[in-house]
Each structure stands twice: as C-alpha cells, then as structure tokens.
C-alpha cells in the first residue's frame, strides 16, 4: 500500500510540474506571437507611405485623379521612361555619388585624426576642443548658409562640385569627430604601446593599427554622410547653377511645380532618387549594426 501511494504522489507531482511547463510554454508562446504582431504592424504602417508612392508611380494621371487610393489597373512604365529622360536621371546620379564618396573619404579621414588625440590626451585643452567639435552639431545649418555662399564666392568656387564637397566636408565633421572619439575610447591602449615598441611613430600607430579597426563606425557615419548628402534641396540650389551639375533631390524638386504637380512624374522620380538609398543601407547593413552597437561592452 506505500509504495502505490508513494507512486501515486509521484504522479500527481510529475502532472502539475508538466502542467505548469505547458502554461509557461504557452505564456511564452502569446508574448512572442503578441510581439510579432505588433512589430508586423507598425512596419506595415512605416512602410505604407512607400508603398502607396511605388503603387502611384505606376498609374496614369487619370486614375489617380479618379481613385487615389486604388491599386493600379495597369502598370504605366512609361512614366519611368518619361522622367528618366527629363530628370536626366543617370547624370544626377552620377552627380551625387561622387559628390558623396569624395565627402565620406574627407571626412572619415580628417574627423579621424582630430578624433585620435582627443580620444587619447586627457587635459583641458582636448576637452575644450572636443566640445568646440560638438557645438558643430548643434548650430542650424541655414544659420551658416550666407557666411558659406560669400566664402564660396570668395574663392571662386560657385558651380563646382568642389563647393559642395567642402560645404557637405565642413557640416560632417562634427558628427565624425563624435563618433570616431567615442569608438576610440573603446580601443585598447595595449594595441598602440605594443606597436610604440616595435618603434612606429604616432602617424603610423594610426594609419597601420587604428584607423583599420574603425571599419564598423566608418560605416555608420557613411550612412549618415549619404543620407545629408542625397536627400538635401538647398546647397545644391544655392551653390550650383548649371541643370547638368545639380545632385538628385533638386532634379526631383523641378516636377514639384508651384501651382501644379504631375503625379505621373513626381512619384516616379522619387522611387528611382530612393533606389540608390536602399542599396547603400543594405550593403552597409552589417557595418550599421556594428557600429551602433561598438564600445557599448568593452
């Protein structure tokens, strides 16, 4: 009689520990299918002002008079046709891209060696220095607009690209001394005693050993560096004159018109002025990631 009772309780207690597994597991289960849920939701909602630009760039300027919010009947790609040949879509591209690279090379170069002695040098000097970088962030960029157009003149520079690589320079710098002083401070110091020893100077201790593990964060402000570069209207327009010169959200701007807009124009050009985004982001993806999340655990 013990031993069925002992087996009994056994049981009994092998029962409601299984049943107490299972409500956990389905507890679990809720909280992960709630949040997929939700994550699936507000991406739909990020996403919809998108979609609904790809869907019109696509239709004809009747039907979208008519029904704004229909799906397209039939697929128009001859408004891609239309705006590729008016916006001179390939030139403006060109355009920005290379306005672009020369900008992230400038900057990631110079913000980095400002960045190497203020990460390094604890005095008041470096800190005064550092927080003269970060007032960069901080002043309105139109602030500075005529003080820019005037020094650009000065020098000769309108209608060259040359203008807007020093000004886009100039604006960037602040945000590449922050980011790489910080990255910096995460780098151990071992690594530089070590090739002090070996007996490179600090010219090379930074060109050989520190400026290529900056690699993730270079990504990072590259994105930065790309999104203020692409998607900006005004010193394009204030310093380059000639249509041939212009960058592609100026282009873009031009089917904006002032008392009418052809839609049939308008969201195509902004699809293909956002294609060129989407394929930098996800091929700087992992350095994204990389780079947001370095120095956080040391």
Request: proline fraction near 6%; charge should be positive; glycine fraction near 4%.
């Amino acid at each position: 009689m013990d031993g069925i009772t002992i087996k009994s309780k056994v049981e009994s207690v092998d029962s409601s520990s299984n049943s107490k597994l299972a409500s956990i597991f389905c507890m679990r289960n809720i909280k992960q299918g709630s949040m997929i849920f939700l994550m699936s939701a507000v991406t739909l909602i990020l996403l919809s002002p998108v979609i609904y630009m790809v869907f019109m760039s696509f239709r004809s300027r009747r039907e979208i008079m008519m029904e704004p919010l229909a799906l397209p009947t039939k697929f128009h790609f001859s408004n891609y046709l239309n705006v590729i040949a008016d916006m001179n879509y390939l030139g403006t591209v060109m355009n920005t891209v290379g306005v672009t690279v020369v900008t992230i090379i400038l900057v990631s170069i110079l913000s980095s060696l400002a960045a190497y002695p203020l990460a390094r040098l604890r005095s008041k000097v470096s800190s005064l220095v550092y927080v003269f970088f970060l007032l960069g962030m901080v002043i309105p960029p139109f602030a500075a607009l005529t003080p820019l157009y005037l020094f650009i003149r000065d020098l000769g520079l309108l209608d060259t690209y040359a203008a807007l690589v020093i000004v886009y320079t100039v604006g960037h710098l602040p945000l590449g001394v922050f980011f790489y002083t910080s990255f910096m401070k995460a780098i151990p110091k071992e690594l530089e005693e070590a090739a002090t020893l070996d007996g490179a100077s600090p010219l090379k201790i930074y060109w050989y050993v520190i400026f290529p593990m900056l690699k993730p964060i270079t990504g990072t402000l590259a994105i930065f560096i790309t999104l203020g570069v692409w998607n900006d209207v005004v010193n394009p327009l204030l310093f380059i004159t000639t249509n041939e010169k212009l960058t592609i959200m100026p282009a873009v701007l031009r089917f904006l018109g002032t008392y009418s807009v052809d839609p049939t124009k308008l969201f195509p050009a902004a699809v293909l002025a956002s294609l060129p985004l989407l394929v930098v982001f996800f091929a700087l993806s992992k350095q994204i990631v990389n780079g947001m999340t370095a120095g956080a655990v040391k």
